[in-house]
């Protein structure tokens, strides 16, 4: 059933280069981005899984790390779902087959997987969500779903056959009584299977099915898709946030109505008036709420700086002690815009006026520059990016231990 034509399967990618193989950048936005599947074979060329399950295991037993199974078959009931943090009781009663470990925000936890994410800043990095990874047992499974967002899903280790429909999925398509969303009823239009370093790209709205042959481990690149609703919402409760109590509605009394229960269109012409006010698309405070709002890691994880500096000479002094680079911890979101004069840079939901110059030592690449920096960076600058150090935005990452590409 495996889908052979140019639309959906592209050349084998060579060593070293782009995820997408052979495929440009502005041909996969053009043509797949948010807008049909795509195979990529080997786009990862001698890709070695950075983690084992146990070490994967190891991770959904900690506290703070997000982590799920799914049991299709052998739990208490068909797909079964248990929550994290796990334990070793829990892994011990699995069954040999058919069951999924899902964890979410690697990233964010083994910072030095960050790499896999960077292969993907052809989409802007504000617009990330996650690195997750999946360890299934032989024919394990999630089931077969739909995401409302967009994913790149990399094949580590092992097979895993996957079905694509592209069609509509009706909203009660839905499996009633279990804790997890999958559709009743499935028919492939695709099917591909993945072995490692092969990867396919599943727009948002693509219902598709993955079961592992053997044991299996995948890794996924996820991507927001904020709903219209959340947007408004969050917004709404930004430009209200601090508004005067004396702002209030006034109702107009110009003229007596005949009849007092009536609303009329003066009244609703003046909240009208309200509304535009503050919705405005021109609204002065859009494209500030926007980069605080895309730049909020909605984690609760926070990264804590080994040992504090009072300036950018005791920084370089202990990356030279350390044998280390610095580098932008994964776990914060970076994201600026641009005004006439200078730049709105966003941290984790804070905004900091700074000049371009700034903006692009700190953002443009993941290792940081510090001698580029000092040259171009004001004092207050440089105030802000030791502050951004001590306060684990930035960190240090060993030459030893180094697996990233700038």
Known sequence: MENTSSESTHLKSKKNSSPLGDMSVATFLAEYWQKKPLLIRGAFPDF??????????????????????????????????????MNDDVFANMPETHWSLVVNDLEKYLPELAWITDKFRFIPEWHLDDLMSSYAAPEGSVGPHVDLYDVFILQGEGKRRWQLNTQPVAED????????????????????????????????????????????????????????????????????????????????????????NEISAAAIAELRRVFTEYLDPNHPELARWFGSYVSDSKVDYLHQCEQNVDNLSQLKQLLLEQNAVLMRYPSSRFAF?????????????QDFKVSEQFVYCLCDQRILDLDVLEKSASDNELDLFINLYNSGKLYLQYEDDQECES
């Open 48 to 85: 070695a899984a950075p983690l084992s399950p146990d070490e994967l295991a190891g991770l959904a037993c900690e506290e703070d790390v997000n982590s799920r199974i799914v049991i299709e078959k052998g739990g208490e009931h068909p797909w079964q779902a248990i929550h994290g943090p």
């Open 337 to 349: 815009t641009r005004d006439s004069d200078h730049c709105l840079l966003f941290v984790d939901g």
């Open 173 to 260: 398509n839905v499996i009633p009584d279990i804790a997890i969303r999958l559709q009743k009823e499935f028919t492939a239009e695709i099917e591909w299977i993945l072995e490692p370093g092969d990867m396919m790209y599943i727009p948002s709205g693509v219902s598709h099915h993955g079961v592992s042959i053997g044991e299996s481990m995948s890794y996924s690149i996820g991507f927001r898709a904020t709903s219209h609703a959340d947007l408004v919402n969050d917004f709404v409760a930004h430009i209200t946030d601090g508004l005067s109590i004396n702002k209030t509605y006034q109702l107009p009394h110009n003229k007596q109505q005949v009849h007092s």
